[in-house]
Protein backbone atom coordinates (compact mmCIF):
# COMPACT_ATOMS: atom_id res chain seq x y z
CA UNK A 1 0.00 0.00 0.00
CA UNK A 2 1.35 3.52 -0.97
CA UNK A 3 0.00 6.63 0.52
CA UNK A 4 -0.16 10.14 -1.62
CA UNK A 5 1.49 12.95 -0.08
CA UNK A 6 0.54 16.42 -1.77
CA UNK A 7 2.56 19.68 -1.95
CA UNK A 8 4.77 20.37 1.50
CA UNK A 9 3.37 23.31 3.57
CA UNK A 10 5.39 26.87 3.43
CA UNK A 11 7.29 25.76 6.77
CA UNK A 12 9.85 27.95 8.63
CA UNK A 13 13.55 26.88 7.19
CA UNK A 14 14.17 24.44 10.66
CA UNK A 15 10.83 22.36 9.59
CA UNK A 16 11.63 22.85 5.68
CA UNK A 17 13.91 20.01 5.61
CA UNK A 18 11.26 17.49 6.58
CA UNK A 19 11.06 14.79 4.25
CA UNK A 20 8.33 12.18 3.70
CA UNK A 21 9.30 8.66 3.07
CA UNK A 22 6.41 6.53 1.96
CA UNK A 23 5.48 3.04 3.12
CA UNK A 24 6.93 1.50 0.11
CA UNK A 25 10.32 1.93 1.49
CA UNK A 26 11.91 -0.75 4.04
CA UNK A 27 11.07 0.07 7.41
CA UNK A 28 13.65 -1.28 9.59
CA UNK A 29 12.98 -2.46 13.51
CA UNK A 30 12.60 -0.82 16.23
CA UNK A 31 14.52 -1.61 19.78
CA UNK A 32 11.38 -0.86 21.49
CA UNK A 33 7.55 -1.20 21.00
CA UNK A 34 5.78 1.84 19.06
CA UNK A 35 4.63 4.50 21.62
CA UNK A 36 0.89 4.44 20.81
CA UNK A 37 -1.68 7.03 21.16
CA UNK A 38 -2.52 8.64 24.07
CA UNK A 39 -5.96 10.24 23.02
CA UNK A 40 -7.77 9.03 19.68
CA UNK A 41 -11.60 9.36 18.19
CA UNK A 42 -13.34 6.22 17.71
CA UNK A 43 -11.78 3.58 15.87
CA UNK A 44 -8.85 5.75 15.01
CA UNK A 45 -5.36 4.18 16.19
CA UNK A 46 -1.95 6.13 15.75
CA UNK A 47 1.80 4.09 16.94
CA UNK A 48 5.21 6.09 16.54
CA UNK A 49 9.03 4.83 16.67
CA UNK A 50 11.48 7.83 16.37
CA UNK A 51 15.12 6.93 15.28
CA UNK A 52 18.19 9.20 14.56
CA UNK A 53 17.69 8.75 10.68
CA UNK A 54 21.57 7.71 10.26
CA UNK A 55 22.18 5.29 12.84
CA UNK A 56 18.61 3.59 13.59
CA UNK A 57 18.80 4.65 17.45
CA UNK A 58 17.45 7.27 19.61
CA UNK A 59 21.01 8.84 20.58
CA UNK A 60 22.55 11.98 18.50
CA UNK A 61 25.55 13.71 19.38
CA UNK A 62 25.67 17.25 20.54
CA UNK A 63 25.41 18.43 17.01
CA UNK A 64 21.52 17.42 16.87
CA UNK A 65 20.79 15.47 13.38
CA UNK A 66 17.21 14.23 11.59
CA UNK A 67 15.10 12.06 13.24
CA UNK A 68 13.02 9.81 11.80
CA UNK A 69 9.13 9.07 13.06
CA UNK A 70 7.99 5.49 11.65
CA UNK A 71 3.91 6.03 12.44
CA UNK A 72 1.37 3.10 11.81
CA UNK A 73 -2.16 4.16 11.30
CA UNK A 74 -5.57 2.56 11.23
CA UNK A 75 -9.52 4.14 10.98
CA UNK A 76 -8.67 6.42 8.57
CA UNK A 77 -10.89 7.22 5.36
CA UNK A 78 -9.04 6.44 2.45
CA UNK A 79 -8.35 9.02 -0.35
CA UNK A 80 -9.62 11.48 2.46
CA UNK A 81 -6.63 14.26 3.42
CA UNK A 82 -5.29 14.47 7.21
CA UNK A 83 -1.93 16.20 8.51
CA UNK A 84 0.52 15.01 10.60
CA UNK A 85 2.36 17.18 13.00
CA UNK A 86 5.40 16.35 15.12
CA UNK A 87 7.00 18.39 17.53
CA UNK A 88 9.52 18.20 20.22
CA UNK A 89 8.91 18.29 23.83
CA UNK A 90 11.78 19.65 26.08
CA UNK A 91 11.42 16.70 28.87
CA UNK A 92 13.36 18.30 31.25
CA UNK A 93 12.46 21.98 30.65
CA UNK A 94 8.36 20.63 30.87
CA UNK A 95 7.79 22.80 27.09
CA UNK A 96 7.81 22.60 23.37
CA UNK A 97 10.78 23.63 21.49
CA UNK A 98 11.43 24.55 17.88
CA UNK A 99 8.52 24.59 14.85
CA UNK A 100 6.10 21.96 14.27
CA UNK A 101 7.03 19.47 11.37
CA UNK A 102 3.77 18.88 9.34
CA UNK A 103 2.90 16.26 6.64
CA UNK A 104 0.00 16.25 4.21
CA UNK A 105 -1.26 12.38 4.29
CA UNK A 106 -4.11 10.82 1.61
CA UNK A 107 -3.82 7.52 2.59
CA UNK A 108 -5.31 4.36 0.33
CA UNK A 109 -6.24 2.03 2.53
CA UNK A 110 -7.78 2.36 6.19
CA UNK A 111 -4.39 1.38 7.88
CA UNK A 112 -0.65 1.82 6.72
CA UNK A 113 2.23 2.76 7.77
CA UNK A 114 4.27 6.11 6.79
CA UNK A 115 7.58 7.96 8.03
CA UNK A 116 8.54 11.39 8.15
CA UNK A 117 11.58 13.55 9.03
CA UNK A 118 12.46 16.10 11.65
CA UNK A 119 15.11 18.50 12.48
CA UNK A 120 16.65 18.10 15.87
CA UNK A 121 18.63 20.62 17.61
CA UNK A 122 22.29 20.65 18.60
CA UNK A 123 22.80 20.44 22.33
CA UNK A 124 25.02 23.62 23.57
CA UNK A 125 24.42 22.91 27.38
CA UNK A 126 26.98 20.62 29.54
CA UNK A 127 24.12 18.57 30.01
CA UNK A 128 22.25 15.52 28.18
CA UNK A 129 18.85 16.80 26.51
CA UNK A 130 15.65 14.61 26.52
CA UNK A 131 13.17 15.38 23.65
CA UNK A 132 9.74 13.71 23.35
CA UNK A 133 8.45 13.70 19.79
CA UNK A 134 4.85 14.79 20.31
CA UNK A 135 2.61 13.85 17.34
CA UNK A 136 -0.59 14.36 16.29
CA UNK A 137 -3.25 13.56 13.54
CA UNK A 138 -5.95 15.62 12.36
CA UNK A 139 -8.39 15.33 9.62
CA UNK A 140 -8.35 17.72 6.27
CA UNK A 141 -5.03 19.86 5.42
CA UNK A 142 -4.29 22.11 8.26
CA UNK A 143 -1.36 24.71 8.04
CA UNK A 144 0.06 26.25 10.65
CA UNK A 145 -2.28 29.26 11.48
CA UNK A 146 -5.27 26.62 11.88
CA UNK A 147 -3.22 24.24 14.32
CA UNK A 148 -4.51 26.19 17.43
CA UNK A 149 -8.13 25.74 16.21
CA UNK A 150 -8.06 22.33 14.53
CA UNK A 151 -9.22 19.28 16.39
CA UNK A 152 -7.06 16.20 16.77
CA UNK A 153 -8.34 12.41 15.23
CA UNK A 154 -4.88 11.08 17.53
CA UNK A 155 -2.36 12.30 19.92
CA UNK A 156 1.05 11.06 21.15
CA UNK A 157 2.23 12.50 23.94
CA UNK A 158 4.48 9.83 25.52
CA UNK A 159 7.91 11.18 27.69
CA UNK A 160 8.70 8.16 29.35
CA UNK A 161 8.71 5.82 26.23
CA UNK A 162 12.14 4.50 24.63
CA UNK A 163 10.10 4.68 21.12
CA UNK A 164 8.98 7.87 21.14
CA UNK A 165 12.18 10.11 23.60
CA UNK A 166 15.35 10.86 21.81
CA UNK A 167 18.11 11.93 23.63
CA UNK A 168 20.97 14.22 22.62
CA UNK A 169 24.37 13.84 24.47
CA UNK A 170 26.21 17.43 25.88
CA UNK A 171 30.35 17.05 25.10
CA UNK A 172 31.76 13.25 24.77
CA UNK A 173 35.10 13.48 25.49
CA UNK A 174 38.67 10.67 25.84
CA UNK A 175 41.52 11.15 27.62
CA UNK A 176 44.07 9.37 27.40
CA UNK A 177 47.55 8.33 29.57
CA UNK A 178 49.97 5.91 28.84
CA UNK A 179 53.09 3.61 30.42
CA UNK A 180 55.18 0.83 29.80
CA UNK A 181 53.46 -2.66 30.30
CA UNK A 182 55.66 -4.26 32.11
CA UNK A 183 56.71 -1.89 35.23
CA UNK A 184 54.39 1.32 34.80
CA UNK A 185 56.74 3.71 33.92
CA UNK A 186 57.46 5.83 31.17
CA UNK A 187 60.25 4.45 29.56
CA UNK A 188 60.58 1.11 27.02
CA UNK A 189 63.71 -0.50 26.41
CA UNK A 190 65.42 0.25 23.52
CA UNK A 191 64.52 -3.29 22.52
CA UNK A 192 61.14 -2.39 22.32
CA UNK A 193 57.88 -3.85 24.31
CA UNK A 194 54.43 -2.96 25.17
CA UNK A 195 52.70 0.17 26.11
CA UNK A 196 49.50 0.47 28.04
CA UNK A 197 47.16 3.37 27.07
CA UNK A 198 44.32 3.88 29.74
CA UNK A 199 41.73 5.81 27.76
CA UNK A 200 39.31 7.45 30.10
CA UNK A 201 35.92 8.93 28.76
CA UNK A 202 32.94 11.08 29.10
CA UNK A 203 29.24 10.38 28.71
CA UNK A 204 29.29 7.71 26.27
CA UNK A 205 25.90 5.58 25.91
CA UNK A 206 25.73 2.53 27.66
CA UNK A 207 25.43 -0.22 25.35
CA UNK A 208 25.97 1.66 22.43
CA UNK A 209 28.72 -0.16 19.98
CA UNK A 210 31.82 1.99 19.53
CA UNK A 211 35.19 1.34 17.81
CA UNK A 212 38.24 2.49 19.97
CA UNK A 213 41.21 2.54 17.45
CA UNK A 214 44.80 4.27 18.23
CA UNK A 215 48.50 5.01 16.30
CA UNK A 216 51.14 5.93 18.20
CA UNK A 217 52.99 8.80 16.93
CA UNK A 218 56.40 10.38 17.11
CA UNK A 219 56.05 13.62 19.13
CA UNK A 220 56.40 15.54 15.46
CA UNK A 221 53.11 13.79 14.11
CA UNK A 222 55.09 11.58 11.99
CA UNK A 223 53.48 8.17 11.89
CA UNK A 224 54.64 5.14 13.16
CA UNK A 225 51.90 2.19 11.94
CA UNK A 226 52.02 1.05 15.00
CA UNK A 227 48.26 0.32 15.94
CA UNK A 228 45.96 -0.78 18.31
CA UNK A 229 42.23 -1.10 18.84
CA UNK A 230 38.83 -2.41 20.35
CA UNK A 231 36.65 -3.31 17.16
CA UNK A 232 33.16 -3.27 19.48
CA UNK A 233 33.06 -1.60 22.70
CA UNK A 234 29.92 -1.57 24.94
CA UNK A 235 30.08 1.04 28.10
CA UNK A 236 28.21 -0.64 30.88
CA UNK A 237 28.11 3.20 32.19
CA UNK A 238 28.14 6.73 30.77
CA UNK A 239 31.59 7.10 32.57
CA UNK A 240 34.39 4.84 32.47
CA UNK A 241 37.63 3.94 31.23
CA UNK A 242 39.36 1.19 29.23
CA UNK A 243 42.85 -0.27 27.88
CA UNK A 244 44.87 -0.64 24.32
CA UNK A 245 47.96 -2.51 24.11
CA UNK A 246 50.24 -1.12 21.56
CA UNK A 247 53.24 -3.82 21.20
CA UNK A 248 56.74 -1.64 20.00
CA UNK A 249 59.40 -3.67 17.85
CA UNK A 250 62.42 -3.02 17.35
CA UNK A 251 63.69 0.17 15.75
CA UNK A 252 62.22 2.84 17.82
CA UNK A 253 65.38 3.40 20.33
CA UNK A 254 66.05 7.08 20.50
CA UNK A 255 62.65 8.27 19.99
CA UNK A 256 59.89 9.21 21.87
CA UNK A 257 56.17 7.43 20.92
CA UNK A 258 52.49 8.54 21.87
CA UNK A 259 49.42 7.31 21.41
CA UNK A 260 46.56 9.21 19.85
CA UNK A 261 42.91 7.54 20.50
CA UNK A 262 40.20 8.24 19.12
CA UNK A 263 36.41 7.00 19.32
CA UNK A 264 34.01 6.06 16.48
CA UNK A 265 30.75 5.01 15.45
CA UNK A 266 31.36 1.17 15.32
CA UNK A 267 28.77 1.18 12.18
CA UNK A 268 31.09 3.31 10.12
CA UNK A 269 34.35 1.91 10.30
CA UNK A 270 36.06 -1.28 9.68
CA UNK A 271 39.69 -2.23 11.00
CA UNK A 272 42.26 -3.91 9.03
CA UNK A 273 44.31 -6.79 8.90
CA UNK A 274 47.18 -4.34 9.76
CA UNK A 275 45.25 -2.81 12.37
CA UNK A 276 44.84 0.36 10.11
CA UNK A 277 41.26 2.12 10.33
CA UNK A 278 38.94 2.51 7.61
CA UNK A 279 35.84 4.76 6.68
CA UNK A 280 32.79 2.44 5.53
CA UNK A 281 31.85 3.54 2.18
CA UNK A 282 29.17 5.94 2.23
CA UNK A 283 29.36 6.41 6.25
CA UNK A 284 27.59 9.10 7.52
CA UNK A 285 29.25 11.81 9.08
CA UNK A 286 30.25 12.30 12.05
CA UNK A 287 32.51 9.31 12.16
CA UNK A 288 34.35 10.18 14.77
CA UNK A 289 32.85 10.91 18.32
CA UNK A 290 35.73 12.04 20.29
CA UNK A 291 39.57 11.62 20.37
CA UNK A 292 42.90 12.93 22.24
CA UNK A 293 44.96 13.61 19.41
CA UNK A 294 47.18 15.99 22.08
CA UNK A 295 51.43 15.07 21.41
CA UNK A 296 52.56 17.15 24.01
CA UNK A 297 51.77 15.29 26.93
CA UNK A 298 53.82 13.95 29.20
CA UNK A 299 51.55 11.97 30.54
CA UNK A 300 51.17 10.01 27.54
CA UNK A 301 54.90 10.34 26.35
CA UNK A 302 56.76 6.28 26.12
CA UNK A 303 60.82 6.83 25.67
CA UNK A 304 62.45 4.24 24.00
CA UNK A 305 65.60 3.50 25.22
CA UNK A 306 67.78 6.89 25.54
CA UNK A 307 66.41 9.76 23.79
CA UNK A 308 68.52 11.17 21.16
CA UNK A 309 68.18 14.36 22.71
CA UNK A 310 69.73 12.98 26.02
CA UNK A 311 72.57 11.29 24.54
CA UNK A 312 75.96 12.95 26.18
CA UNK A 313 77.68 15.13 22.73
CA UNK A 314 80.57 13.34 20.91
Excluded: C
Excluded at 168 to 182: C, F
Excluded at 273 to 285: F, I, Q, R, T
Amino acid sequence: MTNRTQNRLNLPKAAAIAALALTGLMQPAHAAEPAVATKAAKGVTLTSAVVEDADENRFFMRTGGIARDDVTFDGLTPGQPYTLVAQLYHVGEGKLVGAPTLENLIPDAASGKTSFMLPVPPNRTEFNIDYAVYLTLYEGQVDLAGLATAKPLAEIRDTKSEATVLQVHAVQRVTVTAADSADGDRALPGNGGKITAKVDYENLVEGYPYTIWGELMKPSGQSTGIFASIAEYKPEGKNGSVTLEFTVPEGFEGVALVPSVGLYHKKRVTIGENGALSVLPDAPNPVMIAADPNLNVPEKTISIGTLFEDLPAE
